[in-house]
Structure formats: structure tokens, C-alpha cells
């Protein structure tokens, strides 16, 4: 009997670490769990990884926070440095690997011109930042001028997750972080700090000043999909604005499967959200690639919607 060739696959929420920057970054995560040769490989050993999973491509994207934590002048030189050496990267291994670049979100215009020079000069496939930006949400009007400059060059956003606001961690978590660590990260702080993101996002009106603009979400949409007919229904609410939530998240934002290989999770997107804004994503080295591409082989979806979570809506997006 005939077996279906292998598809294309690409992945879009796949990390490393830039020495320079992230010689400051202290994850008890990467630690405890042997991460930083893969974060610091472009190479090899990443390589091969993607190949015993069948990833053709990774569009890589620093791991958090990134640049949402750096504070001084020296960001914006910071960032270009980093971006620079990530286009090396790919420059070295000829289809294999596309990009997400960093924004010095420091200084947002400084940030829109970044993001300018990475997608024109280096072919980058849009911007990703992590976080809260030195405390701020990513809706603040200070950072409207990179909403704006993503819309003119046409190229995507993608909201990432970071450790949450040292307030939350507070008032939320503190009791759990020592025996359960990852209450603050991938086990429910990052989703939920990432998903208000969101909701603040469609809530503050940069999506109808710039119209154009498009967000993607890891994580199977951080729990969005599933209560997105609640939100759409508590914000129509009398004694809210008149918005239509919904339709604003639809036309918006993109999803990836990243960390999250959930049949139920992506059948519940699929209804919300429709086939075509769902994407194939890891989360290497944070997740194993094989279990990543093993599960898109049991989802009960035809070859026709799997090609087009594996590859054709990312190309798409990101015209590759
Ligand atoms: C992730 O990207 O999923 C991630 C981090 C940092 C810690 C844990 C984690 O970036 O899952
Ligand atoms: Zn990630």
C-alpha cells in the first residue's frame, strides 16, 4: 500500500539564544533541564533535530525575554548586533532556517525602524517581542508607531510569552514556585499573562487605527479560542463600549501550535478560528520536535487542512 510522501513542515516558534544577549538571562529552566546547548546551536545539533522530527524549516526567534527587558540606550545597538548575527545564521544554512527578528521596545520608534531594516535588508518574516516591555503591555500607545510600520511592510507580530510581572507572581503564585516552577512560565503564568495581552491588544484600538496588522499567538492561541465566545459575549455587554471582540480576534491574530498538541484544543481553534489561521509550531528546545510531528499524524484532519497547518498557511503569511 501506498503511504502519503512526507509533507512539508515548518515551525515558527522555534528559540535560540544569542550569547551576548542573553548572557545575562538567569532561567532556572534552562538549567535544570540541559537547554542551552540547543539554544546556542544554529547548527548541527539543531539540524539534525529537525530532521529526526521531518521539519524542513524553523523560523527562529530568540527565546524570552529577549529585548523586553533591556532598559538603556545601548538596546537599540544591542538588537541590531543580535538580528545581524541571526541573519548570518541563515545566510548559513540555505533553506533551513527564516527569522523573526527583536525589537529594542525600549525605544518604539527606534523598535518600528529595527523592524524595518531586519524585514528589507535581511528578509526577516516580521518581529517577535515577549512579554511585558520593562513592565508595559504591548498595547500602550507608546508602541503604536511599530503596529503602524508592521502594517506598511506587511509582516507579522508575534506575541510571546516572558517570566510574568513580578506583582503577579506576588499576589498569584508565590506558594507553588518552589515545587512547582513551572506555574510561572509554560504551566499557566505565561498563557495567561500573554493572553491579557491580547485582549488588551483588541480592546485599545490600535487595531482599528492600523487595520491591517497581524498577531500571532503560540500556544495553541493561550486558551483564546476556547473563551472567545464568552469574551465576545461579556464585552457586548450593557456598560462596555460597543466592540465586537470576536470579530476582531478573528481578523487579527494567527495561532501556532506551539507546546500544545491538543487534538481538542486545535479542534476547538479550527471552529473558532477556521482552518487557515492555524499554524504548525514546536517550541524547541522548550518541547521535542518528534512528539511535535508524530501527533500531526493521529489529527483527525484531511491531508488538504494538515498541508495547510504544516506549511501553506505560514507561507502565506510570511511569503515564503
Ligand atoms: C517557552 O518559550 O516556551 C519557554 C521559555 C522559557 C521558559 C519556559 C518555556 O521561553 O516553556
Ligand atoms: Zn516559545
Not at 538580528?83 to 545566510?91: C, F, K, Q, W
Not at 533551513?96 to 529594542?104: H, I, S, T, W
Not at 498569584?172 to 516552577?181: I, M, T
Not at 491579557?196 to 485599545?204: K, N
Request: aromatic letters at 10%; charged letters at 25%; proline letters at 6%.
Amino acid at each position: 500500500m501506498a503511504t502519503d510522501p512526507k509533507p512539508f513542515v515548518i515551525a515558527l516558534e522555534e528559540h535560540y539564544w544569542d550569547a551576548e544577549l542573553a548572557a545575562g538571562f538567569k532561567s532556572p529552566e534552562v538549567n535544570n533541564r540541559g537547554l542551552r546547548p540547543k539554544l546556542d546551536s544554529l547548527g548541527e545539533l539543531r539540524i539534525d533535530a529537525m530532521d529526526e522530527a521531518g521539519i524542513d524549516v524553523q523560523v527562529l526567534s530568540h527565546g524570552a525575554p529577549a529585548t523586553q527587558r533591556l532598559d538603556s540606550d545601548s538596546a537599540v545597538a544591542l538588537a541590531r548586533r543580535v538580528n545581524d548575527r541571526l541573519h548570518e545564521a541563515v545566510l548559513a544554512h540555505p533553506g533551513r532556517f527564516e527569522a523573526f527578528g527583536v525589537l529594542p521596545t525600549v525605544d518604539p520608534l527606534a523598535s518600528a525602524d529595527e523592524l524595518e531594516r531586519v524585514v528589507t535588508k535581511h528578509g526577516f518574516k516580521g518581529a517577535m517581542v515577549h512579554g511585558l516591555a520593562n513592565g508595559l503591555f504591548f498595547d500602550d500607545r507608546r508602541f503604536w508607531p511599530i503596529y503602524e510600520r508592521a502594517r506598511a511592510l506587511d509582516v507579522p507580530l508575534y506575541l510571546h510569552p516572558a517570566m510574568p510581572h513580578p506583582a503577579v507572581i506576588e499576589a498569584y503564585y508565590k506558594e507553588y514556585v518552589k515545587d512547582f516552577p513551572s506555574i510561572l512560565t509554560a504551566g499557566w503564568g505565561f498563557g495567561v499573562e500573554t493572553a491579557t495581552q491580547a485582549i488588551r491588544i483588541v480592546l485599545s484600538g490600535v487595531l482599528e487605527a492600523y487595520p491591517g496588522v497581524k498577531l500571532i499567538l503560540g500556544h495553541m492561541g493561550e486558551g483564546l479560542p476556547f473563551s472567545l465566545w464568552r469574551i465576545d459575549q461579556a464585552m457586548s455587554r450593557e456598560g462596555n463600549r460597543t466592540t465586537s471582540f470576536r470579530e476582531a480576534f478573528r481578523e487579527h491574530f494567527w495561532i501556532t501550535t506551539s507546546g500544545n498538541f491538543s487534538t481538542p484544543a486545535l479542534l476547538c481553534s479550527i471552529m473558532e478560528l477556521g482552518v487557515e489561521r492555524i499554524m504548525f509550531s514546536v517550541d524547541w528546545p522548550y518541547v521535542d520536535n518528534v512528539p511535535g510531528t508524530e501527533w500531526m499524524k493521529t489529527v483527525p484532519l484531511c491531508t488538504a487542512d494538515k498541508d495547510k497547518i504544516l506549511h501553506g498557511n505560514a507561507r502565506r503569511l510570511l511569503k515564503m
